[in-house]
């Protein structure tokens, strides 16, 4: 429990505890074992909350209130990897280095910018344009296969840079057990809330997981804290699509 409440604290700014345990960079790569679950966590928020309002809202404005609601509950914990990402692969020209030292950078180009404005566009327009019968079960995958992908990436990948920083925690403490307890209790409430669909969505993200890991391998020889949430962000993209060529 004590691991769980960390991960929480860690991924949101909702008050959980005190949060005066001191967390060591062994116990950080322990506790990303139940980052999935606190998606599945903030996907039950999102659900209540699309519960109470869908008689008054129409799906586009609800779309709004739900992406913003979850940028708000993670305090956009994950943004700033998106941004560094793509302003590394737009910036490096091939450059290791290079690309390292842009996604270090804290200021934030155009192509970062452009990339938030691309991801926060698309979460709005496809969880909108959803049946409506699919919005309970997507708006509970949806981050929680999102934070699976930072699992199986920090899992079965290796740290691209030589100092440490936050992500090497993870990646250097976590183990493959992490993502194979993950991924079974990620498969059984995807199969509870949405059935062989939602079993489908989640086989389909952790190819996406696959692919960024081997992207990634071979264009900087690792992975970094940043590309942890880019792929997390872009993987609740993903999952919106997914739902679409499974229904």
Known sequence: ??????AFRFLTILPLGDGSEEITPEEMGRV??????????????LWGVNWGIHTVFPPGVRAVILVG????????????????TFDGLAGARGQQERMLAIMKDSRIGAIGVLSLCFLVVSKVVLLADLPPRLWGGTLILM???????????AAWGRYARHEAG????????????????????VGVISLLVMGWTGLGVVALSLLYGIGVRAFFTRKLGGITGD?????????EILNLIAAYLLI
Do not use: K
């Not at 679950?37 to 039950?44: D, I, N, T």
């Not at 609601?69 to 560094?84: P, S």
């Open 227 to 235: 590309i942890l949430g880019m792929a997390s962000e872009t993987g």
């Open 69 to 84: 609601l979850l940028i708000a509950m993670t305090g956009g914990l994950h943004w700033d990897g998106v941004a560094d």
């Open 166 to 185: 936050t992500g090497s925690a993870f990646v250097e403490n976590a183990t493959p057990r992490d993502f194979w307890i993950s991924c079974v209790g």
């Open 143 to 153: 981050p929680m296969t999102g934070r699976l992908i930072q699992v199986e990436l």
């Open 1 to 6: 429990m004590s691991r769980f409440l960390n």
């Open 32 to 45: 990303l074992v139940f980052f999935p679950f606190v998606g599945a966590v903030l996907g039950g928020i």
